[in-house]
């Protein structure tokens, strides 16, 4: 069965050349401690809407202790909230969506193919298929762990109405 085509060719991309840590992804992505989920972005085409990231997973993670008891699986819903941070980011570094802050709007053809464990670092590849601005945007996803792609599918993200859900809060 031949090998399944990457988005990028991770073999041209420097993982040592952190193009944003996580003080720079802060600055696009609104999510905070136990809830954040990239280490590093290090590759972004802008020309192309391809970009790079990875989360290093330590035996820290919230979710080491009870998922699963003495097999520490990293949850699917993680993976997918890694995948959608590294599409958010992109997405908004380079005002793509023209929201202030981009959510989830969905998911298709979702696969997982294997476990992601502590001392692992899960490399994450989005590439933007269609953008519909203020309204979606598509984008395809894959993570691996080594050479394996552990999780692969379409992400969409919706524009989040900010505002109105500031007023919501505030009973405004």
């Not at 060719?9 to 040592?16: A, G, P, Q, V």
């Not at 840590?21 to 809407?49: C, G, W």
């Not at 203020?134 to 524009?159: P, Y």
């Amino acid at each position: 069965m031949p090998k399944k085509e990457l988005i990028a060719d991770l073999s041209t991309i420097n993982f040592e050349n952190v193009v944003a840590d996580i003080e720079a992804i802060r600055k696009y992505n609104p999510q905070r401690f136990e809830m954040e989920q990239l280490t590093a972005i290090v590759h972004e085409d802008s020309e192309n809407h391809i970009c790079v990231g990875y989360k290093d997973i330590t035996s820290d993670e919230f979710w080491v202790r009870g998922h699963m008891p003495n097999m520490p699986l990293m949850p699917g819903v993680v993976m997918l909230e890694a995948a959608a941070q590294l599409c958010s980011y992109f997405t908004q570094k380079y005002d793509l969506l023209g929201t202030e802050m981009v959510g989830f709007g969905g998911l298709d053809e979702v696969r997982f193919r294997d476990p992601v464990l502590p001392g692992s670092r899960l490399v994450l590849l989005c590439s933007l298929q269609k953008v519909r601005r203020g309204r979606i945007i598509v984008s395809q996803f894959q993570g691996l762990v080594g050479d394996s792609i552990v999780v692969e599918g379409i992400l969409k993200g919706i524009a989040i109405p900010v505002e109105a859900l500031r007023q919501m809060s505030t009973g405004s």
